[in-house]
């Protein structure tokens, strides 16, 4: 097996490089949960991070390397979601131009959230993977713009890892760290950051039953591939990389499956006893727990909450038919 | 003009009281608040306080400080709302009997939440005031109950007054302080103890323009009424009491009226940008700093988030459908 190229120091030059331009998001605790695990819980708020996801670590860290070269021609992505905020929002705050290549069947919200709120150029394709690649690599090849994948990228996944850093900064006795799994770069720099900080710390990733290749992938050492992406964790449809399969094959313990049921359970548990507004995706570590998947009992485990970003629109249009002004 | 008997001594005492079994909530801020408002905006989210509400802090208050006789015979309140549930859940740590009056038209939700989640016993009265103080009146002649009142109690207000007190302690240098406005007592308590911290503090108290008793009243210097009571902010409702006016005209600067769909506009960015689950009730004071009633440019504004207990069932409902385990 091929070393890892990210290392423990490297996560904590990116804690240094990325802490002034990010939120250092609270770590929320509930005696109902603690009560129903009979373990102590402690959940990094990502849903609190900048532009509510964990990614905008990855992406301020990748973005903050760049070369003045590679600054000055602008950078690329593909993603529809949370990555694509993220990138947006680095690459203004640091001065380079971002464009990010979106299906144009994206929901309007996110278009406007990536080109209106965070001012990037977004360029439409066809909602294929053959498109969205060659369209990527046609507007590398014509601007040379420099590609900031979502996940399949070193300093993205050790950004990624300092919100386990911070973590265990604030809870050192931590024994276990749960994070969701997707392409995997948060599970790659949450499983580098833990074993770098105490060895004996177990790591587990959860993703949901229906795109289920990570745990395949873990078990079979190869990329699998899924042939459902319909689980409502919208975050987490995508493939892990070879990248991402190596780390997580070298820190990681396991990866446990969680229902589409488990993991809205597990969000409406967030919302409505811990007053958290968190995605699907954000929940899927906290359902492997709330069901029983991992044991818990008597330890204390660090959940890392990914995100919050999702759609309210309709809750408050059936709240604004309610009012009588 | 008679002189408060609740002191800023009292609100220290009752936070030295309360503080082991209450939440010590976080203070949130916003770089896009502060960046919409020109100032700095703190928000105390009692959301995240035991049962959802600041309410909690009252009810710990006054319920441990009764005698022991008065522990033996139990305590009773009307209440459909968060102070039924802080009182039941204080009477329970505390071991002491609780008893909730409520109209039998009651959601079902909050008689499973008050009499299921937190053990109290709830009597049903018709869905009227005087039912409800007939009930009331019956069981206390019947059993001796004393008489937790939602906010005309100096023990519940000196208790409401704790969450200031440690938004205080944590930014001593804010210049403004808004809270919510329903029958007064949080805002009573909050003017008492911001001004016992610093006289020169401004307090504002906020509700919404469909129930504007509290402002009609603080200018008339008697207990106006309203004619509806339909605002979406379910725990404003109630009217002031001749001591939470004697209190609020004492220490409070103004009281400023919102809309209801300011209210909803105010809640949604909680919701949205800042991932609070908070209810309308709890975003009323924001509203008026959204929307430029309050003039804050260049201020440190400390904001009272008094909870976030909001049905999400049909919301929870709606994403269930789309779900394919």
Redesign the interface.
């Known amino acids: 097996m091929p070393i890892p190229s990210v290392q423990y120091s490297d996560i904590l030059a990116a804690h240094e490089r990325i802490r002034s331009a990010v939120n250092r998001t609270?770590v929320?605790v509930s005696?109902t949960l603690n009560a129903r695990t009979g373990a102590e819980v402690f959940l990094k708020?990502e849903?609190?991070q900048?532009m509510?996801a964990f990614k905008m670590r990855g992406a301020y860290n990748a973005v903050s390397q760049l070369t003045e070269e590679e600054r000055r021609r602008g950078v690329v992505t593909h993603s529809s979601g949370n990555h694509a905020q993220a990138l947006s929002l680095a690459a203004r705050l640091l001065g380079v131009k971002a464009v990010v290549v979106m299906p144009k069947n994206s929901p309007q919200v996110k278009v406007s959230a990536t080109r209106d709120t965070y001012g990037a150029e977004v360029v439409f394709c066809e909602s294929t993977v053959k498109s969205r690649h060659e369209t990527t690599e046609r507007l590398i090849a014509e601007h040379d713009y420099t590609l900031i994948h979502p996940y399949d990228n070193d300093r993205v996944i050790a950004g990624a890892g300092t919100a386990a850093l911070e973590l265990l900064q604030d809870y050192s006795a931590l024994e276990i760290i749960v994070a969701p799994v997707g392409g995997g770069g948060l599970l790659s720099g949450t499983s580098i950051a833990a074993r770098g900080f105490n060895a004996s710390i177990q790591v587990y990733g959860v993703e949901p039953?229906?795109v289920d290749d990570a745990s395949r992938s873990f078990r079979s050492g190869k990329l699998e591939s899924n042939t459902?992406i319909?689980t409502?964790a919208d975050g987490l449809r995508t493939n892990l990389s070879e990248r991402t399969l190596r780390y997580i094959r070298g820190n990681v313990n396991d990866i446990l499956l969680v229902?589409?049921?488990e993991i809205?359970d597990a969000?409406?548990f967030l919302?409505?006893r811990?007053?958290?507004?968190?995605e699907p995706s954000g929940a899927v570590s906290l359902a492997a727990i709330l069901t029983g998947h991992i044991p818990v009992k008597g330890k204390k485990i660090g959940v890392i909450v990914s995100g919050?970003n999702i759609d309210?629109e309709?809750?408050?249009t059936?709240?604004?038919q309610?009012?009588?002004?």
Chains 1, 2 share one sequence.
């Open positions: 609270p929320m005696r708020c849903n609190f900048r509510g039953r229906l459902r319909d409502i229902s589409e049921r809205l969000m409406r919302w409505e811990m007053k958290l507004v968190v919050g309210i309709g809750f408050f059936l709240l604004a309610k009012i009588h002004d």
